[in-house]
């Protein structure tokens, strides 16, 4: 309300001060008419200036700056200029017209404070209040989480060496994409807490984002340290093969691309990812792009039970062939009992899928696509594996 | 409340803007003095409006509401106060407010002070300057408004870059601006008397001062930036002919002809339609500096609003202006009555020759910054046009120009004397004969050019101190005579005598520094000791430091010279972390001879580090140069003030020349 009152009073003030001249002026009056007899400001003007400078040509003589005859001189030049403008003058003279002044100020007085509201209502926000930083409470409604990062910043400004706050910020600064300053503090952390994986991850990660997806320097020796840290880490091997890949290295990339998606589950949710710079690197090396490797994989029975060990894996590859199908028969049906029991599997599913597939089972492997389908329906992610897996198995339609 | 108030003013302005650019134009065509009236106090109005906007804006960052998007994304709530303020403009949006804030400014100067200026002028003017405002208004409120809010509110802001974050380049943009806005008073003048048909006494009174303050402001402003670019960017130098620095460049050069044809104009009503053509051409080239600066044509520091719409208004804004001057200017300029006549070898016949030399320059300053961005619009090659290109062409200009520009001011008007001038001269021409030989003395190893550079710029200055002693009769009245007559000389002798002598040191200063600059770069373990220039620079090692928003490296070096010990410096290295940015911070030791500047480069293993050092003799001469000159034109410029409406240089417009007495 009180805005209003104050955009109001502006405007008023405003169409006031602008609507003057034209209230004052019934009876306007050229005021330099008295002065000359003509009644062209323009060579009222001129006649002012000229008389100006004539007053100076006297002020500088009397001065000793200049001699009695320059100052004659320039008096006869000035006289010239002033004879010249009048001449010039007299040409243009013509009578002003008379315009209804009300209706300008009428047209004015209720245009401008309409265009105004209209103008300023399209753009403006006028139920927004001032938030200065200072009268912000920090306790108000529930603090947001900029809130939160604003308080721990202010405490870190206050105590720059305190390694758990950058520890504590960092993935935050991460998870709200301010890529740099997650990369800073996940340094200041390193430097100060010392070196975990997730520290070291964190910082390679920032990095990279930060950078658009280039892996820099920093990047790369923090992935470096990360895979002799947890060797068990899928991440800094993929970032180094992409790092290989952009340092044009593009062999060992598609080598330890093809290592990643051989020994990774088949399941991860990185794999299609994995599969597509393996593609793009075996592209530009000029080398086939099918099978991908987990394909590969599939052709040997060992693939349908990834899950069992290895020794068992070789006992069953040494029974006779019939015996060895009976038994993986068994245990694909055991597989798919269980899965009927509890859907929630998605590993599970997919190694049914292959089962079927290899063992030449087609309809069943629809039909197992079809239920897993149904049992993960709320999981995207397992969705988009099942597609994957569909598409490479040759099963979507 | 307080932001939405300025969003309001800011609206109100826009309107005002509005009938300030028809209802004058009209009463003007149809001789209404009334409508003519309104004139004044929408010119009022709109700079107390915009400076309400402004406030609002300002009070928005001093407080650091980031419910203000601009703000948000410009701001911190830690930031110092001065950093807080300089914010305001040192962002796109903001920096528009404030260009149609003193374009505002200068429309509000001829309202308050014009009451002498013929009553269809002033309307004129005042139709002319609130069209170019009206321009910029509607630009800001549909593209780049400053007053767009957020919600929900961030709780911090996201800072300034931290380049910015430095006082010289925190007042560049208000200098640099009040320069360009200022040649839009000239421009709208110009247009004004080309709608009229006529230009008068009047006119030229009113250009020239306020051409002469928006030169000077300007002036400041490239002097700024060039210094903040020395000590800043860490490469020794002052000047790079970086496009952004010529797109500032230029109207400076056009503003310096405009400013002395003016001259030309007022004393002898002569060279009228050259003198609206140079109005017209200095702020287009105004227009177009901002247009490369802010349209991502360039990339650069100062290229905040890389945005295609923006780029497009903006050009749509040149072209029209630009366009649009001139076509008027080729339609009417034929009908302007030509004024006085004159001699070749005269005082207007100096001015015209400055001229000459002067838009030449420009031309080819402007060719060299706009022939590569044309040529990689049409087939994409990338070429650089630098320092080379600009030494073969604008310097040759130069050197004649500064051979005559002494000449100049001892010529009568109409008719001069040359060789009562060169008499006059002759001192300062002997002396700076001399300075060639003690230049060749002292450097003898030198370029083989460089003295008679030096030259150059001593023959300016002996010849703005010849001047000045010449109308005090020096040598030929008694010395009370001559203090009676120097303390009385019109202040705007003083001040043409003054800038030309700040152009003399300018030029010592360039030609010193581009000619005898040492530049070493070499890797430094702790404790090596490197000599440059007479000084021992001991590298005693680095040190890590944390600075509020940047870690930074510090290489200490110990500077001595034999055994006294002078200085210590602190180059740096500093990384900010938000905006990621790596910058250089240089360490300089001043001293009258030149400044000893040092560079830390990167490590190069085993506690080594590379190390640029420089030695710039006389460097500082040339930004007191361009102080110089500032000074020179306040002095003219007082003169003026403090006597409206009497050109003080009446008495040389005498027919004939006075004979040396």
Redesign the interface.
Same mark, same amino acid.
């Given at each position: 309300m009180?805005?209003w009152v104050?955009?109001a009073l502006? $405007?008023a003030v405003?169409v006031g001060?602008?609507l003057?001249?034209?209230l004052a002026?019934a009876s306007?009056a +050229?005021p330099g008419a008295q002065s000359l007899a003509s009644n062209d400001? $323009?060579a009222?003007?001129?006649a002012?200036?000229?008389r +100006?400078?004539l007053?100076? %040509?006297e002020?500088?003589r009397a001065?000793?700056? %200049? =001699?009695e005859a320059?100052?004659e001189? =320039?008096r006869v030049? %000035?006289a010239r200029?002033l004879l010249a403008?009048s001449e010039?003058a007299k040409v243009r003279t013509?009578? @002003?017209?008379? $315009?209804d002044?009300r209706m300008?100020g009428l047209v004015?007085a209720s245009a401008?404070p309409l265009?105004?509201v209209v103008?300023?209502l399209a %753009?403006? $926000?006028?139920g927004?209040?001032?938030? @200065?930083? =200072? =009268?912000?409470a920090p306790d108000g409604t529930g603090p947001?989480v900029?809130?939160l990062?604003?308080q721990v910043?202010a405490r870190l400004?206050a105590q @720059?060496e305190d390694g758990r706050g950058w520890d504590v910020i960092a993935p935050v600064y991460l998870r709200m994409g301010?890529y740099?300053?997650a990369?800073?503090a996940f340094g200041r952390a390193l430097r100060l807490v010392g070196e975990s994986p997730e520290r070291l991850a964190g910082l390679a990660e920032a990095h990279v984002l930060?950078n658009d997806g280039m892996v820099t320097e920093i990047a790369r020796t923090s992935y470096e340290r990360l895979r002799a840290l947890a060797p068990e880490r899928m991440e800094p091997r993929f970032w180094l093969a992409v790092a290989a890949e952009q340092d044009g290295r593009s062999e060992e990339a598609a080598k330890a691309y093809a290592q990643l998606l051989t020994e990774g589950s088949a399941a991860a949710p990185w794999r299609p990812t994995v599969a597509e710079r393996w593609r793009a690197v075996r592209r530009k090396l000029g080398l086939p792009t099918e099978p991908v490797p987990d394909g590969m994989a599939e052709a040997k029975p060992t693939s349908i039970a990834p899950a069992l060990a290895r020794e068992d894996v070789r006992a069953i590859q040494q029974l006779p062939e019939d015996e060895r199908k009976r038994v993986i028969e068994e245990m694909v049906n055991g597989l798919d009992r269980r899965l009927a029991e509890n859907g929630q599997d998605l590993d599970g599913w997919q190694r049914l899928i292959r089962a079927y597939t290899v063992l030449g089972r087609r309809d069943d492997a629809l039909a197992a696509l079809e239920r897993a389908r149904s049992a993960l329906a709320a999981e995207t992610t397992a969705l988009e594996a099942l597609t994957t897996l569909a598409r490479t198995l040759g099963l979507s339609s | 409340?307080?932001?939405?108030?300025g969003? &309001?003013?800011l609206?109100?302005a &826009?309107?005002?803007c509005v *009938?300030q650019m028809i *209802?004058p134009a009209w009463g003007a065509r149809?001789?209404?003095?009334?409508?003519m009236?309104?004139g004044?106090?929408?010119a009022?109005?709109q700079f107390g409006?915009l400076i309400?906007a402004f406030a609002a804006l300002t009070h928005?960052y001093v *407080? /650091?509401? &980031? /419910?203000v998007t601009n703000v948000y994304q410009n701001s911190h709530?830690?930031k110092p106060l001065i950093y807080r303020i300089s914010g305001v403009w040192g962002n796109h949006e903001g920096s528009m407010l404030l260009w149609v804030l003193i374009l505002a400014l200068f429309g509000a100067a001829v309202a308050a002070f014009g009451s002498?200026?013929?009553?269809?002028?002033r309307a004129n003017v005042l139709s002319v300057q609130a069209s170019i405002a009206l321009a910029f208004l509607l630009f800001i409120?549909l593209t780049s408004?400053p007053?767009d809010?957020l919600?929900?509110?961030?709780?911090?802001g996201r800072g300034l870059n931290p380049i910015l974050q430095d006082p010289a380049l925190a007042f560049h943009p208000p200098f640099l601006y009040a320069g360009y806005v200022g040649f839009s008073m000239a421009y709208s003048f110009a247009i004004a008397g080309l709608i009229?048909g006529?230009t008068?006494?009047?006119w030229a009174?009113w250009v020239r001062p306020w051409t002469l303050a928006a030169w000077m402001f300007l002036t400041v402003g490239i002097s700024m930036g060039s210094w903040w670019a020395y000590y800043e960017l860490g490469w020794g130098g002052w000047w790079f002919w970086d496009p952004v620095e010529n797109a500032s460049f230029m109207p400076w050069l056009a503003g310096t002809a405009l400013l002395h044809s003016a001259v030309v104009m007022e004393k002898r009503?002569a060279l009228k339609v050259w003198t609206i053509l140079l109005a017209i051409l200095t702020f287009s080239l105004s227009l177009m500096g901002a247009f490369l600066v802010r349209s991502g044509v360039l990339s650069s520091v100062h290229a905040f609003a890389v945005d295609p719409k923006r780029g497009v208004f903006i050009l749509a804004i040149m072209m029209f202006f630009i366009g649009g001057g001139l076509m008027l200017y080729a339609w009417r300029a034929p009908s302007l009555?030509q004024g006085g006549i004159f001699a070749p070898l005269s005082r207007e016949g100096g001015l015209v020759l400055n001229n000459v030399l002067i838009t030449t320059a420009t031309g080819t300053v402007l060719v060299g910054t706009l022939y590569p961005l044309a040529l990689e619009s049409i087939n994409g090659a990338k070429i650089s046009v630098g320092a080379p290109y600009f030494n073969a062409t604008f310097v040759p200009l130069m050197v004649p120009l500064l051979l005559a520009l002494p000449f100049g001011p001892l010529l009568g008007w109409k008719r001069g004397d040359v060789v009562a001038a060169m008499q006059r001269l002759m001192i300062a021409g002997l002396v700076s004969i001399a300075s060639i030989a003690v230049v060749f003395a002292i450097m003898w190893r030198g370029p083989w050019l460089a003295p008679f550079a030096i030259a150059l710029g001593v023959w300016v200055i002996g010849g703005a101190i010849s001047e000045l002693l010449f109308r005090a009769k020096a040598g030929q009245a008694d010395r009370a005579e001559v203090l009676r007559?120097l303390r009385?000389?019109?202040r705007s002798v003083y001040g043409t005598a003054i800038a030309h002598a700040g152009v003399g040191v300018m030029v010592i200063g360039i030609t010193a520094t581009s000619a005898w600059q040492s530049e070493t770069i070499l890797t430094m373990r702790p404790g090596q000791t490197a000599h440059m220039a007479g000084y021992d620079i001991t590298f005693t090692g680095v040190a890590p430091r944390?600075g509020?928003n940047y870690r930074e490296v510090i290489g200490l070096m110990q500077v001595s010279r034999g055994e006294t010990r002078v200085t210590e410096l602190a180059p740096s290295k500093r990384q900010y972390?938000?905006?990621?940015q790596a910058t250089s911070e240089a360490g300089i030791h001043v001293a009258l001879a030149g400044d000893l500047y040092v560079v830390l480069g990167d490590e190069a293993g085993d506690g080594a580090w590379s190390v640029r050092l420089y030695f710039n003799p006389l460097v500082r001469l040339i930004w007191l140069g361009t102080i110089i000159m500032f000074i020179g034109g306040a002095f003219s410029l007082s003169d003026r003030r403090l006597? *409206?409406?009497?050109?003080?240089r /009446?008495?040389r417009?005498?027919?004939?020349p006075?004979p040396a007495e």
């Amino acid at each position: 309300m009180l805005l209003w009152v104050g955009f109001a009073l502006l $405007t008023a003030v405003v169409v006031g001060v602008l609507l003057r001249p034209l209230l004052a002026g019934a009876s306007s009056a +050229d005021p330099g008419a008295q002065s000359l007899a003509s009644n062209d400001p $323009t060579a009222v003007a001129s006649a002012a200036v000229y008389r +100006d400078q004539l007053a100076e %040509i006297e002020a500088e003589r009397a001065r000793g700056l %200049i =001699a009695e005859a320059e100052a004659e001189a =320039a008096r006869v030049e %000035i006289a010239r200029r002033l004879l010249a403008a009048s001449e010039g003058a007299k040409v243009r003279t013509s009578a @002003p017209a008379r $315009t209804d002044v009300r209706m300008v100020g009428l047209v004015l007085a209720s245009a401008l404070p309409l265009l105004a509201v209209v103008v300023y209502l399209a %753009i403006g $926000t006028p139920g927004q209040q001032g938030q @200065p930083f =200072a =009268a912000r409470a920090p306790d108000g409604t529930g603090p947001g989480v900029e809130q939160l990062v604003a308080q721990v910043e202010a405490r870190l400004r206050a105590q @720059p060496e305190d390694g758990r706050g950058w520890d504590v910020i960092a993935p935050v600064y991460l998870r709200m994409g301010r890529y740099n300053e997650a990369a800073d503090a996940f340094g200041r952390a390193l430097r100060l807490v010392g070196e975990s994986p997730e520290r070291l991850a964190g910082l390679a990660e920032a990095h990279v984002l930060a950078n658009d997806g280039m892996v820099t320097e920093i990047a790369r020796t923090s992935y470096e340290r990360l895979r002799a840290l947890a060797p068990e880490r899928m991440e800094p091997r993929f970032w180094l093969a992409v790092a290989a890949e952009q340092d044009g290295r593009s062999e060992e990339a598609a080598k330890a691309y093809a290592q990643l998606l051989t020994e990774g589950s088949a399941a991860a949710p990185w794999r299609p990812t994995v599969a597509e710079r393996w593609r793009a690197v075996r592209r530009k090396l000029g080398l086939p792009t099918e099978p991908v490797p987990d394909g590969m994989a599939e052709a040997k029975p060992t693939s349908i039970a990834p899950a069992l060990a290895r020794e068992d894996v070789r006992a069953i590859q040494q029974l006779p062939e019939d015996e060895r199908k009976r038994v993986i028969e068994e245990m694909v049906n055991g597989l798919d009992r269980r899965l009927a029991e509890n859907g929630q599997d998605l590993d599970g599913w997919q190694r049914l899928i292959r089962a079927y597939t290899v063992l030449g089972r087609r309809d069943d492997a629809l039909a197992a696509l079809e239920r897993a389908r149904s049992a993960l329906a709320a999981e995207t992610t397992a969705l988009e594996a099942l597609t994957t897996l569909a598409r490479t198995l040759g099963l979507s339609s | 409340m307080i932001v939405e108030l300025g969003h &309001f003013a800011l609206v109100l302005a &826009f309107l005002v803007c509005v *009938v300030q650019m028809i *209802v004058p134009a009209w009463g003007a065509r149809i001789g209404d003095h009334r409508l003519m009236g309104i004139g004044e106090p929408a010119a009022l109005l709109q700079f107390g409006l915009l400076i309400l906007a402004f406030a609002a804006l300002t009070h928005a960052y001093v *407080v /650091s509401d &980031f /419910s203000v998007t601009n703000v948000y994304q410009n701001s911190h709530s830690t930031k110092p106060l001065i950093y807080r303020i300089s914010g305001v403009w040192g962002n796109h949006e903001g920096s528009m407010l404030l260009w149609v804030l003193i374009l505002a400014l200068f429309g509000a100067a001829v309202a308050a002070f014009g009451s002498n200026l013929p009553t269809t002028l002033r309307a004129n003017v005042l139709s002319v300057q609130a069209s170019i405002a009206l321009a910029f208004l509607l630009f800001i409120l549909l593209t780049s408004n400053p007053f767009d809010r957020l919600d929900p509110v961030p709780a911090e802001g996201r800072g300034l870059n931290p380049i910015l974050q430095d006082p010289a380049l925190a007042f560049h943009p208000p200098f640099l601006y009040a320069g360009y806005v200022g040649f839009s008073m000239a421009y709208s003048f110009a247009i004004a008397g080309l709608i009229e048909g006529r230009t008068d006494a009047a006119w030229a009174r009113w250009v020239r001062p306020w051409t002469l303050a928006a030169w000077m402001f300007l002036t400041v402003g490239i002097s700024m930036g060039s210094w903040w670019a020395y000590y800043e960017l860490g490469w020794g130098g002052w000047w790079f002919w970086d496009p952004v620095e010529n797109a500032s460049f230029m109207p400076w050069l056009a503003g310096t002809a405009l400013l002395h044809s003016a001259v030309v104009m007022e004393k002898r009503e002569a060279l009228k339609v050259w003198t609206i053509l140079l109005a017209i051409l200095t702020f287009s080239l105004s227009l177009m500096g901002a247009f490369l600066v802010r349209s991502g044509v360039l990339s650069s520091v100062h290229a905040f609003a890389v945005d295609p719409k923006r780029g497009v208004f903006i050009l749509a804004i040149m072209m029209f202006f630009i366009g649009g001057g001139l076509m008027l200017y080729a339609w009417r300029a034929p009908s302007l009555r030509q004024g006085g006549i004159f001699a070749p070898l005269s005082r207007e016949g100096g001015l015209v020759l400055n001229n000459v030399l002067i838009t030449t320059a420009t031309g080819t300053v402007l060719v060299g910054t706009l022939y590569p961005l044309a040529l990689e619009s049409i087939n994409g090659a990338k070429i650089s046009v630098g320092a080379p290109y600009f030494n073969a062409t604008f310097v040759p200009l130069m050197v004649p120009l500064l051979l005559a520009l002494p000449f100049g001011p001892l010529l009568g008007w109409k008719r001069g004397d040359v060789v009562a001038a060169m008499q006059r001269l002759m001192i300062a021409g002997l002396v700076s004969i001399a300075s060639i030989a003690v230049v060749f003395a002292i450097m003898w190893r030198g370029p083989w050019l460089a003295p008679f550079a030096i030259a150059l710029g001593v023959w300016v200055i002996g010849g703005a101190i010849s001047e000045l002693l010449f109308r005090a009769k020096a040598g030929q009245a008694d010395r009370a005579e001559v203090l009676r007559r120097l303390r009385n000389l019109p202040r705007s002798v003083y001040g043409t005598a003054i800038a030309h002598a700040g152009v003399g040191v300018m030029v010592i200063g360039i030609t010193a520094t581009s000619a005898w600059q040492s530049e070493t770069i070499l890797t430094m373990r702790p404790g090596q000791t490197a000599h440059m220039a007479g000084y021992d620079i001991t590298f005693t090692g680095v040190a890590p430091r944390e600075g509020p928003n940047y870690r930074e490296v510090i290489g200490l070096m110990q500077v001595s010279r034999g055994e006294t010990r002078v200085t210590e410096l602190a180059p740096s290295k500093r990384q900010y972390n938000a905006p990621a940015q790596a910058t250089s911070e240089a360490g300089i030791h001043v001293a009258l001879a030149g400044d000893l500047y040092v560079v830390l480069g990167d490590e190069a293993g085993d506690g080594a580090w590379s190390v640029r050092l420089y030695f710039n003799p006389l460097v500082r001469l040339i930004w007191l140069g361009t102080i110089i000159m500032f000074i020179g034109g306040a002095f003219s410029l007082s003169d003026r003030r403090l006597r *409206v409406g009497a050109p003080r240089r /009446s008495r040389r417009r005498i027919p004939t020349p006075v004979p040396a007495e």
